[in-house]
C-alpha cells in the first residue's frame, strides 16, 4: 500500500475513535506494513493535528502500547463559534411570551452540536470523567455530542420513573421556577463510584445541577466538571460554584425586544502534551 | 506542504464534514495548492473510501462545484454490530419485572450510537430528509447520532408542552400500553412543507410512531422514513407499514429468563455512485 493511501485510512481510523488506544500491532497488521513506516506516517498526522490544533495524538509505549487520538479545539474556531452564537441568541424573534428565549431549534443544529462539543471535549479532557451525564431533554444532544468526543457513555436523569429503567433512585428538589420537581435515575445506569461530567443546555440559579449532584451522593459518584450552553448572569450567586458555560444570558426585555447575550466564563487550557 | 500533509486534512476536512459541498477553490487557497494537486488528492482518498466502503466523494462540476463525503458502512460492519447487539440484549440480567427489556445503558453507549447513526445514515440516505425527528427521551441520542452523519438537524417531539418552546401542535393518542398520551411540537421547531425522518429506539404495535405521522399531517410534512433500533416480531401487523428495525425481539420470558432478539428487517443498498 501507498504512503498516502496508508495515510488516509490512519487519519480515518484515529478520527473516528477520539481516546481509543489503538495498537500499533493490529494496525501494522491490517495496514500489511511494516511497523516503522507506520510511525513515520503517524508523526505525519500528528503533526499535522498539532499545527492546527485540533488534536493531539499521544503515543504509549510497551507490549500494550498504541497511538491514541484525543480532539482539541483551536482558540480562534472556539471564539468564532461563540461569537456567531451570540449573535444568533440576540435576535429578537426569539423572545417568547413571558420573556423566555426560544433555544431549541439552536441545540438541535448538526453544526452547533458538534462545535460545542468538542469544546466541551477539550475543556474537561483532563477531568478523567467515565460518564456524561444531563437531565431530559433538552441538554441530551449535547451531552450525547461530548461524550462523542471524549468516547464516554452517556447517561440521561429522568423527569418520571418509567417500568423500561427498572429500579431507581428518585429525588425531589426544588427547581428555579420555585416549583418541586422530581427527578430519577436507574439503579443499572451508573455503577457506584463512577465520575461524571455533567452536561446541560441552560442553567440559571443552578437548582437543577445542584439536584444532579445531590443524586451523585446517592451513587457514591464525583461530579468531575459542569457544562452549560448558556447560563445566566443573574441570580449572581449561583447554588453551586464550579461550572462552565460557553454564553451568558444578561438580559431580555420583552417590551423594547431586547436581549444581551455573551461569551460565557469558559476558559480554554493551552496545555498541548 | 507535501502531499502526505494535505492528505491529512483533506481527510480530515472531509470526514468531519459529512454531506457538505466543499469548495475546491477554497480549498485550495487554504491549502495554498493548485487545483490539480488537490485533485489527485481527492482521487486517492476517493479511492481509499471506495475499497474499504466506508464513504463516496461526490464530485460537482461547474462555478460553484466541489466534492461531498457521504458516509457509508460495509454490510460486514453491520453484520457484526448487529450480531454483537443480539447478544448483548439476550443477556438475562436485562429482564426487568413485567418482561421488560433494559437497553437505555446501550442507547447511551459511544460505539452503539456511532454505529447506529452510521447505519441509519447509510440506509436513509436516498430520501433527501430535511430534518431528523424523534420523540422524547431514550430515542433522542440515536437520532442525534444520525443526523450527525445526514448533517440535518434534530427536532424533538416532547411529552409535555414547556414554556420555553412557544407556541406548539398538541396530539393525543393511544401508546402500545393502552394508555392516552399526549406529544407536543413547538410550531417554531419545523418550517411547513419539510420531510423528515423518523429514528426511535422502541417499535411495538407502532402506536407512538403513528402519533408521529400524524402530528407530521399538522406541518404538512411528509415522512422519508421510519428507522427503529428495536422492533417486537408480535403483533406482526404494526399500525404502520414501511418501517426499518435494526434488531427484532421476539420473545422476553420472565420464568425462564430467556430472549430472543435477532436481526431486523434492514436491507442495507449497495448502490455506489
Redesign the interface.
Known sequence: M????R???L??TL??QPYRLLSLTEMADQLSSAKSSLSE?LS??R???SK?G?GILETHAGAAGGVRYIPRIPAWQVQDFVQEMCRILADPERI???G??????IL???DV??RAGRIFAHIFSEMEADYVLTV???G??LA??T??YL??????V?RDHR????SAVSINYVSGSRRIQTMSL?R??LPEHSRVLIIDDFMKAGGTAKALIDMMKEFKTAVAGIGVFMSTSEPEDKMLEDYVSLTTLAHVDEISREIQVSKGNFKLSDKER
Open positions: 501507498r504512503r498516502s493511501e495515510i488516509v485510512r487519519t480515518q478520527l473516528e506516517d505525519i498526522i503533526d499535522v493535528l492546527e485540533t417568547l411570551p413571558g423566555y428565549l426560544y433555544i431549541s431549534d438541535g443544529q448538526p452540536l458538534d431530559e431533554t433538552k441530551i444532544p450525547v455530542s461524550a462523542r468516547h464516554l457513555p452517556t447517561v440521561v429522568r417500568v423500561t429503567e427498572g436507574s443499572r445506569s
